[in-house]
């Protein structure tokens, strides 16, 4: 170990006097000529002495610093064999490095190998390099000259830093780097070919043999770092600003760099914006020889965009074909006529398929497979018919395959047969894999996992029929509403020599002897919960529960108080009740403990489960576990003994809405009722109308009758008078003297009749005299009356 050390001691000491050697040659140096010639001096260059006055004022600082001056002890520390000797001024040894050996660079040439994999013009690539070895600070970094129109991202290659060794030893110094030589960084592997005069010198005065070796160059290409078409010189492509010449290879790096190799934009952005989203759709078929000889027809379809007049080729996968399903045949690119490689780099002359080279019948060859095309759907008939004034329709070979088509939705699906669940996993997972091969996770309700994040109802419950030490056993049921889980926990108890802690997982557990899973509704005071062959009965909720349930009354009718009002009001008299309850009430202010009102509302035979008597509790809480018992049996007698309807409670709960909705319905009812006194009033108009209309028309017709009837009566009576004397003087003529008695009695009956009508007339006259009143008399005529 001393031999090491002593051995890298003598090391250092050289190569600081070399470094003062290289320093006083790039003096020499710097006074060259224009031409490039050396320019001798008068005096040989001396070393100029290095004192601690010449130092620049920075570095005094640094001297000044305590890390100097422990490097100054640990200097003094060494052995005196070890120790140079003291010169007149301050030696380099003394002086750090970073100071000693600042704008130190050692420049090397090299070059190394890079594999193309892209051009198919070259298999691999020499490219030069050079690399700065700092001394300072052993730091080393690598540039690559920059070369005009390359193709290539130049420039720095590697940055400046400690580059750490092949095997991991340590970082790569100045004595790793022979000239010529390999240097491997970081497995890629540069060859040092030369290095400047400076670093020459440095290598040399150190004992190090240097040599020199040329950049191999390939014979088919100018340079070595970049690769020419062997096109001709008509064929040679010129760039449209710079007037260079262009090869596919630059194209390539360029687009991958971002640049449109595309000149005319506008028209592609024309054409883009016309055609979006139209696509034509031939289905054609590939004629699969095997290795055997045997053919196989096997259909593809055929999509060309109109956009950018680009092909793509999709496989038809068929059921039980032997062959894995893949996605397609061609991705989406520009098709090139007669096949050609895929790995060609693409040029502006070359030809590319376009919609008037795909018609029915003919033969579309994507790089080596020959595709016949049968037929086409409607929109690309119809296309080609307006475009290009041809219809596809007259050579359609034959019919899409079946396969390519959309399926019928009214084919009748299967009903799939799912078998028990086996225990492993959730049901929902295991039922996914008997629905599809690739099985997708269950979708559960989003909606009710918004609503309810993070709200749980929380029980105290009891083992039913518990004996021994299960019979002071507590535990708590947890139902997360988001989920609709349950999850069991038994709370630790000193000394009860159970470890207490988690009883079940967080799990969906399954009613008894059913398929559906516990629910919120399945869970309320006095509930019987059994979970895999535990009975549990829930005996006790958090305010939080009984809150929610009572909010959520619809869900929980046990916690909706006029729901339980009524059923009491249906079930027994308050009266009976009012004298049990009161019997109990010692104090007479009308109140009970809640264990006291609850045992005597249990044993009055109402039919109250634990959550109801819980309810009611609450509803007429008078504080310090109290009961207004008074205030419930108020309540009670106000509501008229009905048959207890479970929507009662929702509608007289409705608030604002039941209110609104009664009240429509109300104003709905009155509305109909005065349509219908309308409807009646009109009736009774027209009954009366009618009534007045017959009367009219009777009394008209009574009249005209009344007067028909007088004037036949009297003209009857004068032709039955006139009758009557001529009968009485034709008999009298005939009968002699002996038919003058039958004539006589004749005439006294005329008369009769005759005094009969005129008293009747004279009545008649009185009457219209009595209603006309007193009429003027005619004078007296001098004339006498006639017989």
């Not at 070399?18 to 001096?41: I, T």
């Not at 307006?386 to 019928?408: C, E, F, I, K």
């Not at 309320?524 to 009984?546: H, I, K, N, T």
């Not at 004037?711 to 005939?734: I, K, P, Q």
Request: glycine share 8%.
């Amino acid at each position: 170990m001393e031999e090491e050390r002593r051995a890298s001691e003598r090391e250092g000491n050289e190569v600081s006097s070399n470094v003062s050697r290289l320093h006083e040659q790039r003096q020499v140096f710097s006074s060259r000529g224009s031409a490039g010639r050396f320019r001798p001096h008068s005096a040989p260059a001396q070393r100029a002495p290095v004192t601690f006055d010449s130092i620049p004022a920075w570095a005094k600082d640094q001297l000044a610093s305590p890390s100097f001056a422990k490097t100054v002890e640990n200097q003094k520390a060494r052995p005196a064999s070890a120790k140079q000797q003291q010169p007149s001024v301050l030696p380099l040894s003394k002086i750090p490095k970073w100071i000693s050996l600042d704008n130190k660079v050692l420049t090397f040439e090299a070059f190394f190998r890079e594999s193309v994999e892209d051009s198919p013009l070259e298999r691999s690539r020499v490219r030069r390099c050079v690399l700065h070895y700092f001394l300072e600070d052993d730091t080393m970094r690598i540039l690559e000259p920059r070369e005009e129109n390359c193709g290539l991202l130049q420039g720095s290659f590697l940055k400046r830093h400690k580059i750490p060794k092949q095997g991991g030893e340590g970082p790569l110094t100045w004595r790793d780097i022979r000239v010529p030589g390999d240097l491997s960084i970081y497995q890629r592997v540069f060859r040092i070919t030369k290095c400047d005069q400076l670093t020459r010198q440095f290598y040399e005065d150190l004992g190090y043999a240097v040599g020199e070796e040329e950049v191999p160059v390939d014979p088919k290409f100018s340079r070595p770092s970049s690769a020419k078409s062997s096109t001709s010189v008509k064929e040679v492509k010129m760039d449209m600003y710079h007037g260079r010449q262009r090869n596919d290879m630059t194209e390539y790096i360029e687009a991958k760099l971002g640049k449109c190799q595309v000149q005319d934009k506008k028209q592609l952005i024309t054409q883009y914006l016309r055609n979006d989203r139209k696509v034509l759709r031939f289905y054609c078929h590939w004629n699969d020889r095997s290795n055997d000889g045997a053919m196989e027809r096997r259909p593809f379809v055929l999509h060309y965009f109109l956009a950018d007049d680009t092909v793509e080729v999709l496989e038809v996968n068929t059921p039980n074909s032997g062959r894995d399903p893949f996605p397609a045949l061609l991705k989406r690119m520009k098709l090139p006529k007669g096949g050609g490689s895929s790995g060609m780099m693409g040029g502006d002359g070359r030809k590319y398929v376009t919609e008037r080279d795909l018609q029915i019948g003919g033969v579309v060859n994507v790089f080596g497979r020959q595709l016949v095309l049968d037929s086409c759907d409607e929109a690309t008939r119809d296309h080609m018919k307006q475009q290009h004034g041809v219809d596809l329709s007259r050579y359609t070979l034959s019919s899409a395959p079946s396969s390519a088509l959309p399926r019928s939705r009214d084919r009748p699906k299967s009903a799939s047969h799912i078998p028990p669940h086996n225990g492993f996993g959730k049901e929902e997972d295991s039922r996914q894999n008997c629905l599809s091969l690739h099985p997708k996770p269950p979708k559960g309700n989003v909606t009710r996992l918004l609503e309810n994040k993070g709200k749980m109802l929380r029980f105290v419950a009891k083992l039913e029929n518990a004996v021994g030490f299960d019979i002071e056993r507590v535990f708590t049921v947890t139902y997360f509403l988001d989920t609709d889980e349950l999850s069991i926990f038994e709370p630790p108890v000193k000394n009860s020599g159970r470890t207490g802690g988690k009883f079940m997982e967080r799990c969906r557990v399954r009613k008894p002897h059913s398929s559906l899973y516990y629910s919120e509704a399945d869970l309320f005071l006095g509930a019987r919960v059994l979970v895999y062959s535990r009975a549990f009965v829930l005996v006790d909720a958090d305010e939080f529960s009984l809150k929610y349930m009572e909010d959520n009354s619809d869900v929980f009718p046990s916690s909706d108080p006029r729901r339980v009002l009524a059923k009491i009001s249906s079930s027994s008299p308050s009266s009976s009740l009012d004298v049990s309850l009161r019997q109990l009430d010692r104090v007479g202010r009308g109140q009970l403990e809640v264990a006291t009102f609850k045992r005597v509302m249990a044993a009055a035979g109402l039919g109250l489960n634990d959550h109801e008597l819980h309810t009611l509790s609450r509803r007429f809480s008078a504080g310090d576990q109290l009961v207004d018992y008074e205030a419930m049996l108020r309540e009670v007698q106000q509501r008229e003994p009905q048959a207890f309807d479970p929507a009662s409670s929702r509608r007289e709960g409705g608030g604002y809405e039941a209110a609104h909705a009664n009240l429509q319905v109300t104003l709905l009812l009155l509305l109909l009722l005065l349509l219908l006194l309308l409807l009646l009033l009109l009736l009774l108009l027209l009954l009366l109308l009618l009534y007045t209309l017959l009367v009219c028309c009777s009394a008209c017709a009574a009249s005209d009758g009344w007067a028909a009837a007088a004037v036949s009566s009297r003209s009857v009576g004068a032709a039955g008078a006139g009758a009557s004397d001529v009968a009485h003087l034709e008999g009298n003529e005939a009968t002699g003297p002996g038919g003058s008695q039958h004539g006589d009695g004749l005439l006294r009956d005329q008369h009769g009749s005759r005094r009969a009508r005129g008293n009747l007339s004279q009545t008649r006259g009185r009457r219209s005299r009595a209603v006309r009143g007193p009429q003027p008399q005619p004078p007296p005529s001098s004339h006498p009356p006639p017989t």
